[in-house]
């Protein structure tokens, strides 16, 4: 059964801080993984998506991932306020195309 | 520019009713999802289809009906909706070529009484 973990949180973390935020996968055939963000009562919200070892880099996000050790991360820097969110780590085997596995996400508190 | 369109955004019904949730999109995807987000579960996969007259089901399909006559919609079917099939629903679509994100539309939220 293909799983994918986050800790739920809360995560505080102080604004202009970096947030560093963990997902791991049962999956080995897992190939591409992404990172929503969902605010209370929203639908979620693309952050980034990747599927080569290493990491990638948009902006204030980092996405990193390592499929030996089927650990994906996320990192936030210079943490604002209106990065307080749900943040969902989700991963796909089939390209994509046969659906995503979601974490149950992780709560994310900026504290101004 | 494109979007995907959920309807309604709310709905109250009682147990036993058949219920249908719709799903548009503009994006001119191939694949389209259906999931449920529940406290302590998640988004969770229930029915999703690569193209016209393709249907599969996903991880929580049990109860639910999806069909695919055109590339835009995707409608939700609830044949007899149960109290535990109170939720709220997301339809999302991504292009057919390997490792699109997916984009999700605003959600129903659905109650069962």
């Known amino acids: 059964q293909k799983e994918v973990e986050q800790n739920s949180g809360p995560l505080s973390v102080p604004e202009g801080a970096i947030a560093s935020l963990n997902c791991t996968y049962s999956d080995r055939g897992s190939q591409s993984f992404f990172w929503y963000r969902q605010y209370s009562g929203k639908s979620p919200e693309l952050i980034m998506f990747i599927y080569s070892n290493g990491d990638k880099e948009d902006g204030r996000f980092t996405a990193q991932l390592n499929k030996a050790s089927q650990y994906v991360s996320l990192l936030i820097r210079d943490s604002q306020p209106s990065d307080s969110a749900t943040y969902l780590c989700a991963g796909t085997s089939g390209g994509g195309a046969d659906g995503l596995t979601f974490g149950k996400g992780t709560h994310l508190i900026i504290q101004p | 520019d494109a979007e995907i369109t959920q309807s309604p955004r709310h709905k109250i019904t009682e147990t036993g009713r058949q219920v249908t949730l719709a799903c548009h999109q503009t994006w001119n995807h191939n694949n389209m999802f259906w999931y449920r987000q529940d406290l302590g579960h998640g988004l969770r996969l229930i029915h999703y289809?690569?193209?016209?007259?393709?249907?599969n089901k996903g991880e929580v399909s049990d109860g639910y009906s999806v069909s695919r006559s055109n590339t835009e919609d995707l409608p939700l079917t609830l044949e007899s909706a149960a109290s535990s099939q109170t939720s709220v629903y997301f339809c999302a679509s991504s292009d057919r070529q390997v490792n699109q994100p997916q984009h999700f539309g605003d959600g129903t939220r659905l109650s069962i009484l």
């Open positions: 289809s690569y193209g016209v007259q393709d249907t």
